[in-house]
């Protein structure tokens, strides 16, 4: 090949590699989290939406050390931290901030109107963050883990099933959630059910307010309990599921990480599916999308998931119609 050729072909395939080098430029992205440690905020975590997350990052094109920063924080569960955290994060300028839960999103919301925000939380429309799905304006967009208030309805109702001798439910969630929509539509399902049903709610979702929580209910044969899907709690799964467990508590948990730590039943929005559409989205905002024109993608995907080791455990003899409908069963 002569000179002049090789001169010409190196241009071109330089030429051609341009718009991907500009595209895959260096990024860096805040990832700040309510209750999950700092140190599970990677592509190794044991939660599996933040490991599902970074992975599709990563098929996508972003990686880090090598065309992405990670800066990452943690409020360990206390809400009393959001504000704080959020002034700390804007004033470090990221080209981006993936967050979750309302209250943490709200607390960025007020903290910038210019930095986009990505977002996992529960009822956008309904807890104000946004007033459209198809077009949530401002700098925010991100999946929404709301499958509806019908799904606590329906916990409950597969909770009765499961455990027909059942007279009593407690409601482990956050400080705002039974004066709120949640609370009224766990009542409300209870009610036909003819349920007794009570709340109990930490200040702060840290193991010693869990164990106190815990102590105050006994073991009650009779009890049963269903846990919020806040991120708070997720971070205390394996305490919390061991807590049920030497409670002798049926229990139905928002997620099937609790279920694979050993924890009865679930029924939920597969959060793989939500997490990588969260990458998705991430991809476009890193690219140049604005955050405000990009739907917010509601879950579709649902799935019931029963451990049966640990049914046998707590001697409950789950019905095989329940069984049966049920999308996988942990043995």
């Keep these: 090949m002569r000179r002049r050729d090789l001169f010409t072909l190196v241009t071109c395939i330089a030429a051609s590699a341009t718009p991907l080098a500009q ?97 996992i939380i529960g009822d956008p429309i309904g807890s104000g963050i946004v007033s459209s799905l198809a077009r949530p304006g401002g700098n925010i967009t991100g999946v929404s883990v709301d499958a509806g208030i019908e799904i606590y309805g329906k916990r409950l109702q597969i909770l009765k099933e499961a455990v027909p001798a059942i007279e009593a439910v407690t ?83 928002p997620y099937r990480d609790y279920v694979e730590a050993g924890g009865l039943m679930t029924y939920a929005p597969e959060l793989g599916d939500l997490a990588r559409h969260l990458a998705r989205t991430t991809l476009q905002v890193l690219q140049g999308a604005k955050a405000g024109d990009i739907p917010i993608y509601q879950a579709t995907k649902f799935e019931l998931v029963i451990n049966l080791k640990t049914a046998k455990a707590l001697g409950l003899a789950m019905p095989p119609t329940l069984l049966a409908r049920a999308d996988e069963i942990i043995e």
């Excluded at 007794?196 to 209910?217: C, G, H």
């Design 171 to 253: 409601y482990l969630g956050l400080p705002g959630d039974w004066q709120g929509q949640v609370g009224q539509a766990m009542r409300d399902a209870a009610r036909g059910l003819r349920l007794q049903i009570i709340s109990i709610a930490p200040a702060e979702v840290t193991a010693a307010s869990l164990r106190t929580a815990f102590a105050d209910l006994g073991s009650k044969p009779d009890n049963a309990l269903v846990v919020s899907g806040a991120g708070d709690f997720l971070a205390h799964r394996q305490l919390i599921v061991e807590l049920a467990g030497k409670s002798i508590l049926a229990a139905m948990y």
């Design 23 to 119: 595209t895959l430029s260096v990024r860096r992205m805040a990832f700040v989290h309510s209750g999950i440690p700092v140190a599970q905020l990677t592509e190794a975590s044991n939660v599996s939406w933040i490991r599902q997350f970074f992975t599709e990052l990563r098929k996508l094109g972003y990686t880090e050390s090598a065309n992405l920063t990670v800066e990452r924080y943690s409020a360990e569960g206390r809400p009393e931290r959001f504000d704080g955290l959020a002034t700390e994060i804007v004033a470090r300028q990221p080209d981006l901030i993936v967050a979750n839960q309302n209250p943490l999103v709200r607390a960025l919301q007020k903290a910038t109107g210019t930095t986009p925000i990505v977002a």
